[in-house]
């Protein structure tokens, strides 16, 4: 879900010299294209009306397409997935190499975090937090989380999901 420590994750894993594909970056890309501004609101907006358009894989698909640019032969991290049609693209190129994992956290310190975390495209108000939620889950974000080979707890301190991350990615 939404402010669950995906970016966090994602910071360990670069530390770690893990090349990273962050598929919201592509929807940023995409929001820019068409002149508009980086707000939660735009992102969703841009996000689902492609996902209409062109199939509920295309960040999936735009995604691959980033990642065969970089001729990367190693382990890579993609940050974002949100639908089972985004996972089965991902299982149709990367087979049994493709490892899902999920963050997962109460809603309660999910929305506590949400509130402080201040990132461009981030909600500001509970309402608007939750408004995303809703979004996300509409795409189909809960099958995905269900469907995690791997599940991490972060309720905890920094200190301790920054730990569990680097020891995973380390195994890895």
Same mark, same amino acid.
């Given at each position: 879900m939404p402010f669950s420590g995906k970016s966090e994750a994602v910071k360990i +894993?670069?530390? *770690?010299?893990?090349?990273?594909?962050?598929?919201g970056d592509l929807v940023w890309e995409e929001v820019k294209r068409n002149g508009l501004? *980086? =707000?939660?609101?735009?992102v969703g907006k841009i996000a689902h009306k492609l996902? $209409?358009?062109?199939?509920? #894989?295309?960040w999936a698909r735009k995604t691959i397409e980033r990642i065969q640019e970089m001729h990367v032969s190693q382990c890579i991290v993609? #940050?974002?997935?949100?639908?089972? %049609?985004?996972i089965e693209a991902f299982k149709s190129v990367f087979g049994s190499n493709y490892l899902l994992i999920s963050i997962d956290i109460s809603d309660e310190v999910r929305h506590h975090r949400a509130m402080? !975390?201040? !990132? $461009?495209?981030?909600?500001?108000?509970?309402?608007? $937090?939750?408004?995303?939620? %809703?979004r996300e889950i509409n795409w189909g974000i809960k %099958?995905? $989380?269900?469907? +995690?080979?791997?599940t991490f707890l972060n309720n905890g301190s920094l200190y301790s999901f920054? *730990?569990?991350?680097?020891?995973?990615? =380390?195994?890895?």
């Open positions: +894993a670069k530390e *770690l010299d893990i090349p990273v594909v962050r598929m501004e *980086l =707000t939660s609101e735009n996902r $209409i358009k062109k199939g509920r #894989d295309i993609i #940050d974002g997935v949100r639908n089972n %049609e985004e402080n !975390r201040g !990132r $461009i495209d981030d909600s500001v108000n509970i309402d608007d $937090i939750k408004s995303r939620d %809703e %099958e995905v $989380i269900k469907k +995690a080979d791997k920054r *730990l569990q991350m680097k020891k995973f990615f =380390t195994s890895i």
